[in-house]
């Protein structure tokens, strides 16, 4: 089937945070254009909405179970699409990995203990440690002008440290968009396992990577590696699907599972009843794999559309290749704007709301990540909008 991602759907009145959202998180202008929260503004595949009106079609929505095959289906995607055997037994679920990263802040580290994130990184990573009592320790990423990467000596360092039990890596880095290599991933989990530390990966949008680069699961580098690994994966950001709130969590380990269980338990862990019906069908329709082949051809064109238009109307803000996901990390850095400045230009002057930089934590000052996930016309309305505030203030 082909997909049609020129199509512009109105989704006011759904409920939508990214639509509706607006007059609670961004009073300053609610009438913006949203390119911020990561749903994208595409239908999902039509295999996951029929499944899913079928079974909305049963008037009874009471409390689900997962599938006896869902375990399964996780382990031949990461297969399939990584090159990772894992194994089905190894597969638990979450009602999204927002929580799962809360609990495995939880399970695998005790109050006052270090936690490491890499900033700057999806705001939740901190949120989970903090929130949970535990200390935060940072590892910022290090930029070279061209790409980021890990400060490999720092990290070191820090896991050295006997009170540090835990990493936190969110791959593909979001919101940098990059695809960390092979050889970057064993040096991550070398290091990890000389000082025994925990990884826990959050491999939300492993999918959307794009034909340039390669995605490697850390657990697929090696038996080493799984032992010391806990790595979450969802359909929600590549079918967008993310209001059904589901993802597995695979860790091979059997102690550590057993204790991420516990701490599910713990928390009340209750499947969506949609969600587990979209799952099974996302994992297994090939029908969807065609739509996210499709998808991720037509996100690469909306990237270098804003490349192109950036680079030709507006060169002093920049656009760096990524290698995942449908989030643009723009550097605005030349436009010599404070924080709040720079905000009040996007939001107030341009009229579009997008995740400030800063939002993400070190390193994130004089950025701001916005959201291609939409038809090309809303992306050209955008840049429209951006590039008179732009010529208006004589940038």
């Not at 929130?131 to 935060?136: A, E, Q, V």
Request: glycine letters at 8%; one cysteine or more; hydrophobic letters at 40%.
């Amino acid at each position: 089937m082909k997909y049609d991602f020129d199509k512009v759907l109105d989704r006011h009145g759904t409920l939508s945070h990214k639509w509706d959202g607006m007059e609670e998180e961004f009073p300053g202008n609610p009438q913006a254009l949203p390119f911020w929260v990561a749903d994208t503004d595409f239908p999902c595949p039509r295999p996951i909405v029929e499944a899913v009106c079928k079974r909305a079609a049963h008037p009874i929505y009471g409390y689900s179970d997962i599938s006896v095959k869902a375990q399964g289906l996780a382990a031949r995607w990461q297969e399939k699409r990584n090159g990772w055997k894992a194994k089905p037994e190894w597969v638990t679920f979450s009602n999204g990995i927002v929580p799962a990263l809360s609990a495995m802040v939880a399970a695998f580290t005790r109050p006052g203990e270090g936690v490491i994130v890499q900033p700057p990184v999806y705001y939740p990573f901190q949120d989970s440690v903090v929130n949970n009592g535990r200390k935060l320790v940072e590892n910022p990423l290090v930029f070279d002008g061209e790409k980021w990467g890990i400060n490999f000596e720092e990290l070191e360092q820090l896991a050295a440290d006997p009170g540090n039990k835990l990493l936190l890596l969110c791959h593909p880095l979001n919101p940098v968009s990059r695809v960390l290599d092979r050889e970057e991933l064993k040096r991550i989990g070398d290091i990890c396992i000389h000082n025994e530390v925990i990884v826990a990966i959050d491999e939300i949008h492993s999918d959307l990577t794009y034909q340039h680069k390669r995605f490697y699961s850390l657990a697929g580098l090696g038996k080493e590696y799984e032992r010391i690994s806990v790595t979450a994966m969802a359909p929600s950001k590549t079918f967008n699907i993310a209001g059904l709130q589901i993802s597995a969590i695979l860790i091979p380990d059997e102690a550590l599972r057993e204790a991420f269980v516990k701490e599910m338990d713990r928390r009340v862990n209750i499947p969506n009843a949609f969600g587990v019906t979209a799952f099974d069908v996302a994992y297994s329709d090939p029908e969807c794999e065609e739509y996210l082949e499709q998808l991720l051809a037509y996100l690469w064109e909306n990237y270098l559309f804003v490349d192109r238009y950036l680079g030709k109307w507006m060169p002093k803000i920049t656009c760096q290749k990524p290698d995942a996901t449908y989030l643009l990390w723009l550097d605005c850095r030349k436009l010599h704007l404070n924080d709040d400045a720079l905000e009040h230009f996007w939001l107030r002057e341009a009229g579009l709301a997008l995740d400030a930089g800063r939002w993400f934590g070190r390193g994130g000052s004089g950025f701001m990540r916005m959201n291609i996930g939409c038809a090309r016309s809303l992306l050209a309305q955008g840049l429209g909008q951006l590039r008179e505030a732009y010529r208006k203030r004589g940038f």
